[in-house]
């Protein structure tokens, strides 16, 4: 069975950085794409930034060269580089990767979520 488990989540100022990290176990054979959601309290779940598996990276509008998101291969994780974070940038943060498991066909998988608060 696959887990992702994120970290890094808290509370920051404004112009603050924080940097989160999602860790994917269990039986896996490959990573596709990895992406980072949010949802901010009454509004809908959004796309923040999304890697390929070959590194190519995309991001919604609203981040505007604020967030760098990576990944490494080898310990199945993703990160979120977050700089300059705003209030508006409050939120969950959830990761999702599409896995092909060991014996599993690709699917997705989410993480439980991590609290970002931006709040002087």
């Known amino acids: 069975q696959v887990r992702l488990v994120e970290s890094g989540g808290g509370l920051v100022q404004p112009g603050g950085s924080l940097r989160l990290s999602c860790a994917a176990s269990g039986s896996i054979f490959s990573i596709n794409t990895m992406d980072w959601y949010r949802q901010a309290p009454g509004k809908e779940r959004e796309l923040v930034a999304r890697?390929?598996?070959?590194?190519?990276?995309d991001y919604g509008d609203f981040v505007k060269g604020r967030f760098t998101m990576s990944r490494d291969n080898a310990k199945n994780t993703a990160y979120l580089q977050m700089n300059s974070l705003k209030p508006e940038d409050t939120a969950i943060y959830y990761c999702r990767m599409v896995i092909r498991g060991g014996f599993t066909p690709l699917s997705d998988y989410w993480g439980q979520g991590t609290q970002v608060t931006v709040s002087s």
């Open positions: 890697i390929t598996s070959s590194g190519m990276t």
